[in-house]
């Protein structure tokens, strides 16, 4: 249900945008995690199904944004001013069940994609 595309080798300070083909949740809350060498997996961004509301983690606040397109069954994460510790696996997830509000809590996300590799060089 979830394929993630988009990943790819960049310079810092570059841009990419991540692409995630969510058919059959586009209601539930959808997010991007990402998973550094050798690190924890950690969630990024959230949206929430019904009008669209966003949460960031701090880490991200200012240089990612997530979006979607309910025509498209797609999520999108728009990432900004690359760094090389943003290198990393990024995956998005998505909730069982709808939601009113986007949610940082990593445990309710149950539905994963493959994730898509991004490495940025200095």
């Known amino acids: 249900q979830l394929a993630e595309s988009g990943g790819d080798s960049v310079q810092a300070g570059e841009s990419l945008t991540l692409t995630c083909r969510a058919s059959?949740?586009?209601?539930?809350?959808m997010s991007w995690f990402r998973q550094p060498p050798g690190k924890e997996r950690e969630i990024l961004a959230s949206?929430?199904?019904?009008?669209?509301?966003?949460m960031y983690v701090d880490s991200v606040k200012g240089r990612f944004t997530i979006s979607r397109d309910t025509d498209k069954k797609t999520i999108y994460l728009q990432m900004d001013s690359l760094v090389p510790e943003d290198s990393a696996m990024y995956f998005c997830?998505?909730?069982?069940?709808?939601?009113?509000?986007?949610?940082?809590?990593?445990?309710?996300?149950?539905?994963w994609g493959q994730g898509t590799l991004v490495n940025v060089s200095s």
């Open positions: 997830a998505g909730t069982t069940a709808r939601c009113l509000r986007p949610s940082l809590t990593p445990k309710w996300y149950t539905l």
């Open positions: 949206i929430a199904g019904s009008a669209g509301a966003t």
């Open positions: 059959g949740i586009m209601d539930n809350c």
